[in-house]
Every structure is written in structure tokens, then in C-alpha cells.
């Protein structure tokens, strides 16, 4: 079977044997099996020791099991996995989920353990998702193997970033917390050990998927890194990749007698290299979910200039600081806006408006003079990025902003993003502000480094249709 | 290109270090420009013919890494100056070869361009900040190898001295040229192959519209 096909099954399992479920819902098959039952598909709990699971009969053993399960969900320790995957390539199995640690981040037996499986999986043809890995969580396909607390309903709402983590907890972490603000995720997937199932064969999968509009992975190492890039710069024609590398290798220091070699030793030749394959690269998990965010909401930016409309003057000012601060991901202008845009924009406020950018319409505003300011902006032909400073603290200003401003994105090519705060209700501001579709960031520093995301992309974007 | 580069690989003495006359040989069949030069052994005559004045003496070795920090370089010699210099530099280094170019005058800053075999993705070129400071100064791009025009262009506009392409100060440098050399030297590593451990062509300058390579280290595995 085609790979992309037999991935579709892991991702999108009709029948699945959950082996180890139990009662005990402290047990990791306890946790796993419940989440599972909201999933409408059908389980099948594989247990010696257990009778019966919310209305699921346990099979005693795997020969019991059905012939035709998808996946196999292993919750049982290292080497009695090992064991259940052995037995279930006999019932034919296709896809395992191997949950438990043990292997080999835990040394020489374990990695021998680890080389069982993979052998397992190259000489039977079958998908091994791990071991150590956190499982999957598609929300379209209402499918969640996650045993451990990763975020609200924000994360389940037709999301489309395909998340995609060596490391579970660094992921679920990381997207847990920005569901707080409103996070779109079309995928979940822990690589864990990658004794099989690699980045590469996920890179692959989400490229094709009709539902994925942006990529983002966490790495710690890329053992195929020249075939990984390869495949990376292909799908980055068409959608934006993002790469969390952590963990920096050292050339042998001993052996560098050159400049060259010296001035490579930390990792800039892996951050020249994803640069080369129109890679986005980020260096901590909310920089990651910062980027993905912006980047699956909104396709880019026409130009670096930057326009800021804000109620709140001393945030402008701050706000022309981080725009005008060097960067080596992209270059970002304080537009200079025309004299018809001064007009209109006085027109619909005040006399006594400072409308050079930052235009500070004070806290006197209301929702309409937001409303016709961004529309001059948006006309402006200086102007390619908006970054809109909007608190919903001045009494002029309703919650109604929020479609003002959403409905504007979907009327125009010039990404407005925003930065907001409202004391103790920020979080909720903001998601809000994503369930309307509109891209809002807690501070300056990191709205208008959102600013530089959709600038690198159309840079990267243009580059590869170019070269195409 | 290939068998060139064999028959290079077969001509020379050191197999793991070849010297600097052997490794500006090297850089120079990828059409990158280095001094008019000549190399001179402990038992030859003393001969400058077809060299331009002013001249620069460097002792040529294998085992002498960095040369200017065991002043193993003379520069500034002139028509009068240089054969005295020569024996001078003749007598520090009994044993050694030495080499006597052409010494070039140039505008604008020193770069270096460089290649390492990272262990995970292979080769790679760097483009930075050059000359004796160059790992203080820490203004580099990487790429990995082979690499093109356009991403060589890329990686000198990530320098912190890029502006130096822009008429900086009256500077009328090639940026398009550097470019190619740096793509260039991208291929040449592609071209040795695995056996290629690091290069460094540093400093590499602008002269008389052309930039050249005043000098060139290999380090083979």
C-alpha cells in the first residue's frame, strides 16, 4: 500500500485495539481508552486481567482480537510492548502507537529493544508511531490518543496547522497554552523515539492534506536532514513550514583548525540551511505557536511597511521601536503615510490627531473612527502591514471592534494584526479576536515579530516560485 | 573538471594539508582569481622574473598553519628590499618552501569565504567578515553546498557589512561577483567529495574589479 494511504489509516483508524486498557483511570490505557470512546469508532480493549469497560467487553489476549483492526494503541511497558507488537503482526495489524518510554533514551537495553521494533516494522511493512510518543489528536476526525491535559475547545475549531513534535510534552505544553488565546490545530502528532514513523513521513502526509495550510515542527535531530529539507522546500511553495530546532551540535572541536570551522561550531549552518529551503525557523515553543498562528491565518504581507493605528500613545511609540529594531529575519519600514490618508483619517477622528505614523487616535475613540481610520490605512498605498493597538478599556470601544477589524482582513490583502490588553480579560480578548478570525498577540515585541513571519514568507514565497 | 582535480590531488605533497601554492592552484581551476606568484626551495635561486612589484613573502608549509603568528610574512617588499628579505625569511625557515607574490592593493573590507563538512547535512560555504578577526567579528551566512547565484546574493545580504555594497563611502564593489566565487567555491566542495574536511579562502578582496584570493588553507580527512 501507498504510504500517504496507510498513514491515513493510522491518522483516521476505523477499528482500534487499545492493548493494556483498563478500568483504573489512572492507568495511561485507562486515560487513553476513555478519551477514545468520544471518537465514535469502535474499540476493542485488550486486557487478561480486566472483564469489562463501559459497555466494552476486554478481549483476554491479541488472538482474540478481530482480523481487521487499523491500529493498535500500546500501552503497556517497553519490552511487553515489544512482545504485543510481535503478536500483532500475526493478526496483521497494520499501525502501532507505541506509547511507553524505556527504549532508547534510557540506554543500551533499551535501544536494543528499539532496534527490535524497528526491524519489526521494516520486515512486516507496518507503521510504528514511536515508541515514548504522546499519540495523535486530529480534531476534525474527532480522533485524541493524548493522555495528558493539552488544551480547551479553541484547539477543535476547523484549525489548520499540522503540529508535528519530537517531543510530546513540549508540544502539548506549548499548543495547551495557546489554546488560552485561541490556537487552530488541524493535527497533533508525537514522533517520540521515531523507531519507524519519521518527520519525513509526516512532512509527506500533511503536504497533500486539503485541510493543513501550514506546517510546524519541533526537531532535535534531523538524521535525514539533506531528504528532509528537500521535501520541506517542496511543500514550502505552497504552504509555510516552521521548524523548532532544539539542540545544538558541536563539529568535533579538536578536529577545526580553520576559521570557518570555528565560526560554524554552534549551529548556524542548520540555520543557514533552513533559510536556503525556505524554512521558517523558531527558537522556543511560543515563538512556534506565535508563528504558526499568524502564518495559517493570513498568507503574507505585500511589503515590509508597517502602518500603526493605536488608542494608547505610548504603545506606538514602543511598538515604532521594535519596528525599527534590526532584525535578521526580515526588515521591517515605518510607512510614511500620504497626505490624503492624514486627511481622511482627521476627518473621521479629531482635529488634533497625531497622524503621522503611529497614528494615536487616542482614547477618546470610538469603534467607528477604528473603523475609518483602518480603512484609510488600508488604502494607503504606503502601507502593506497594519498593526492595530485596540483596548477594549476606552468607553467608545465595544467588543463590536473585533468584527470591525475581522471583517476588514477578509475584505483586504493587507494583513492587520493585532496587539491588545485588557488586564486580567487579555487571554479572552484575544481568543475572541481568533474565533472572528483576526490574529491578536499580548505584546508589542511579539505582534510586530508576527509582523516579520508574514514578510519572511512572501520573501521565501516569491524565491521558490522564481527558482520554480 | 574532474580529472583535473585528480591529477591535482595526484600532484601534490601533502595529502592532508596541501600548501598554500597547491591550494590557490585548486581555487584557481574554479576561475577564482589569486596572486601572480612563485614557489621557492631551500636550494633554488632567488628569481622574481614576471612578478609585479610590490611583493609579499610568505613561508609556504604544511606544518605551519598560521603563518603571521610565527612571522612567517613580509610584506611591502620592493625591487630592493625583496631579496634580503627573502634570505632573511630563508634563514627563520631552513627547511621550508617559501612563496614569493605579487602583493595586491584593494578597496574595500576583507571577507572570507569558507567551507565545513557539518557531520548531519555535509557541505557547507560561509561567506563573512574577514581577515585576522574574522572569529571576533563573528559576521557570517552559511548555506549548504552546491549553492546558487541567488542564494549567495542571499547570504551576503544577511551580513552585517552588506551595506558595503551599497556605494558605501564611494565603494564601487562587485556584490554579483562575489556571489558567483561563493557559488563557486560551493561547487568546488561538491567536487572534491567526502575527502574535503574545511577551506578557508580568507582574506579574499576587491582588485582592480576583480576579487582575489590572498590566501587559501585545506584541510583534508
Known amino acids: 500500500m501507498d504510504k500517504i494511504e496507510s498513514l491515513k489509516k493510522l491518522l483516521d483508524p476505523k477499528k482500534i485495539a487499545v492493548i493494556g486498557a483498563s478500568k483504573s483511570k489512572d492507568k495511561v490505557g485507562g486515560i487513553i481508552f476513555r478519551r477514545?470512546?468520544?471518537?465514535?469508532?469502535?474499540?476493542?480493549?485488550?486486557?487478561?486481567?480486566?472483564?469489562?469497560?463501559?459497555?466494552?467487553?476486554?478481549?483476554?489476549?491479541?488472538?482474540?482480537?478481530?482480523?481487521?483492526?487499523?491500529?493498535?494503541?500500546?500501552?503497556?511497558?517497553?519490552?511487553?510492548?515489544?512482545?504485543?507488537?510481535?503478536?500483532?503482526i500475526e493478526k496483521k495489524i497494520p499501525n502501532y502507537i507505541i506509547v511507553a518510554g524505556g527504549f532508547g533514551e534510557v540506554g543500551a537495553e533499551g535501544r536494543l529493544l528499539e532496534e527490535k521494533l524497528t526491524k519489526l516494522a521494516k520486515d512486516n511493512s507496518v507503521n510504528i508511531l514511536g515508541p515514548n510518543s504522546l499519540g495523535i489528536f486530529l480534531p476534525d476526525e474527532n480522533i485524541d490518543t493524548i493522555f495528558v491535559e493539552h488544551g480547551d475547545k479553541s484547539?477543535?475549531?476547523?484549525?489548520?496547522?499540522?503540529?508535528?513534535?519530537?517531543?510530546?510534552?513540549?508540544?502539548?505544553?506549548?499548543?495547551?497554552?495557546?489554546?488560552?488565546?485561541?490556537?487552530?490545530?488541524?493535527?497533533?502528532?508525537?514522533?517520540?523515539?521515531?523507531?519507524?514513523?519519521?518527520?519525513?513521513?509526516?512532512?509527506?502526509?500533511?503536504?497533500?492534506?486539503?485541510?493543513?495550510?501550514?506546517?510546524?515542527?519541533?526537531?532535535?535531530?534531523?538524521?535525514?536532514?539533506?531528504?528532509?529539507?528537500?521535501?520541506?522546500?517542496?511543500?514550502?511553495?505552497?504552504?509555510?513550514?516552521?521548524?523548532?530546532?532544539?539542540?545544538?551540535?558541536?563539529?568535533?572541536?579538536?578536529?577545526?583548525?580553520?576559521?570557518?570551522?570555528?565560526?560554524?561550531?554552534?549551529?548556524?549552518?542548520?540555520?543557514?540551511?533552513?533559510?536556503?529551503?525556505?524554512?521558517?525557523?523558531?527558537?522556543?515553543?511560543?515563538?512556534?505557536?506565535?508563528?504558526?498562528?499568524?502564518?495559517s491565518m493570513l498568507p503574507g504581507a505585500p511589503g515590509n511597511r508597517v502602518a500603526i493605528l493605536t488608542a494608547a500613545g505610548g504603545y506606538g511609540v514602543m511598538c515604532t521601536d521594535f519596528i525599527e529594531n534590526m532584525d535578521k529575519r526580515a526588515k521591517l519600514l515605518m510607512a510614511i503615510l500620504s497626505e490624503a490618508t492624514k486627511r481622511k483619517i482627521k476627518d473621521a477622528t479629531f482635529s488634533f490627531t497625531a497622524c503621522e505614523n503611529p497614528v494615536d487616535i487616542t482614547a477618546s475613540a470610538d469603534d467607528m473612527m477604528f473603523s475609518k481610520s483602518l480603512d484609510a490605512l488600508i488604502e494607503d498605498d504606503g502601507v502593506d502591514i497594519i498593526i492595530c493597538i485596540a483596548f477594549f478599556a476606552p468607553p467608545g470601544i465595544t467588543e463590536n471592534l473585533i468584527d470591525i477589524i475581522a471583517d476588514k482582513i477578509k475584505k483586504s490583502d493587507k494583513p492587520i494584526i493585532v496587539f491588545t490588553k485588557y488586564g486580567p480579560f487579555t487571554d479572552n480578548s484575544i481568543k475572541n479576536l481568533y474565533y472572528a478570525g483576526v490574529a491578536a498577540y499580548p505584546s508589542v515585541g511579539r505582534a510586530v515579530r508576527a509582523a516579520r513571519f508574514l514578510v519572511e514568507r512572501t520573501k521565501i514565497k516569491q524565491r521558490l516560485d522564481q527558482e520554480a | 573538471m574532474e580529472k583535473k582535480i585528480e591529477q591535482w590531488f595526484e600532484s601534490i605533497g601533502d595529502k592532508k594539508h596541501p600548501d598554500e601554492f597547491d591550494a590557490k592552484y585548486l581555487v584557481k581551476l574554479y576561475s577564482i582569481k589569486v596572486p601572480c606568484a612563485r614557489r621557492l626551495g631551500p636550494e633554488d635561486i632567488f628569481d622574481v622574473e614576471g612578478i609585479d612589484p610590490p611583493y609579499v613573502l610568505k613561508?609556504?608549509?604544511?606544518?605551519?598553519?598560521?603563518?603571521?603568528?610565527?612571522?612567517?610574512?613580509?610584506?611591502?617588499?620592493?625591487?630592493?628590499?625583496?631579496?634580503?628579505?627573502f634570505k632573511e625569511l630563508q634563514k627563520r625557515f631552513p627547511n621550508e618552501n617559501i612563496l614569493v607574490e605579487n602583493q595586491s592593493s584593494y578597496m574595500g573590507p576583507e571577507f572570507i569565504?569558507?567551507?565545513?563538512?557539518?557531520?548531519?547535512?555535509?557541505?557547507?560555504?560561509?561567506?563573512?567578515?574577514?581577515?585576522?578577526?574574522?572569529?571576533?567579528?563573528?559576521?557570517?551566512?552559511?548555506?549548504?553546498?552546491?549553492?546558487?547565484?541567488?542564494?549567495?546574493?542571499?547570504?551576503?545580504?544577511?551580513?552585517?557589512?552588506?551595506?558595503?555594497?551599497?556605494?558605501?563611502?564611494?565603494?564601487?564593489?562587485?556584490?554579483?561577483?562575489?556571489?558567483?566565487?561563493?557559488?563557486?567555491?560551493?561547487?568546488?566542495?561538491?567536487?572534491?567529495?567526502?575527502?574535503?574536511?574545511?577551506?578557508?579562502?580568507?582574506?579574499?578582496v576587491f582588485s582592480e574589479g576583480e576579487w582575489i584570493a590572498l590566501d587559501v588553507k585545506i584541510v583534508f580527512e
Open chain 1, 36 to 88: 477514545l470512546l468520544g471518537s465514535r469508532r469502535r474499540l476493542f480493549p485488550v486486557n487478561p486481567k480486566e472483564t469489562a469497560i463501559e459497555g466494552h467487553k476486554f478481549s483476554p489476549d491479541i488472538q482474540s482480537l478481530p482480523d481487521d483492526i487499523d491500529l493498535a494503541i500500546i500501552t503497556i511497558s517497553a519490552e511487553a510492548a515489544v512482545k504485543s507488537v510481535e503478536m500483532c
Open chain 2, 113 to 204: 569565504i569558507g567551507i565545513i563538512k557539518d557531520p548531519a547535512l555535509g557541505h557547507a560555504v560561509m561567506v563573512g567578515a574577514g581577515g585576522v578577526l574574522t572569529e571576533l567579528y563573528k559576521d557570517t551566512a552559511f548555506r549548504l553546498a552546491p549553492c546558487s547565484v541567488t542564494e549567495a546574493m542571499d547570504m551576503i545580504d544577511e551580513l552585517v557589512l552588506s551595506p558595503v555594497f551599497e556605494n558605501f563611502r564611494g565603494m564601487t564593489l562587485d556584490k554579483k561577483k562575489l556571489a558567483i566565487t561563493i557559488s563557486q567555491v560551493a561547487r568546488l566542495a561538491h567536487d572534491l567529495g567526502d575527502r574535503l574536511s574545511q577551506l578557508d579562502i580568507n582574506p579574499i
Open chain 1, 155 to 295: 484547539l477543535d475549531r476547523n484549525g489548520q496547522v499540522a503540529c508535528i513534535v519530537q517531543s510530546g510534552s513540549v508540544g502539548v505544553e506549548a499548543l495547551g497554552y495557546a489554546s488560552n488565546t485561541g490556537y487552530g490545530m488541524r493535527a497533533f502528532v508525537g514522533l517520540g523515539n521515531k523507531c519507524d514513523l519519521d518527520e519525513i513521513d509526516f512532512l509527506n502526509y500533511f503536504s497533500l492534506d486539503k485541510k493543513t495550510n501550514c506546517l510546524g515542527f519541533y526537531l532535535e535531530n534531523i538524521e535525514k536532514g539533506r531528504q528532509f529539507l528537500t521535501i520541506a522546500r517542496e511543500t514550502a511553495r505552497k504552504k509555510p513550514v516552521v521548524v523548532l530546532k532544539a539542540g545544538r551540535t558541536h563539529t568535533a572541536a579538536s578536529a577545526v583548525s580553520s576559521h570557518t570551522g570555528k565560526l560554524a561550531g554552534s549551529d548556524n549552518v542548520i540555520s543557514g540551511a533552513l533559510k536556503q529551503f525556505g524554512i521558517q525557523r523558531v527558537f522556543d515553543d511560543e515563538e512556534f505557536c506565535d508563528a504558526t498562528k499568524v502564518l
Open chain 2, 59 to 85: 613561508v609556504c608549509s604544511s606544518n605551519i598553519l598560521h603563518k603571521t603568528e610565527f612571522q612567517g610574512v613580509v610584506l611591502n617588499n620592493d625591487n630592493e628590499s625583496v631579496q634580503a628579505n
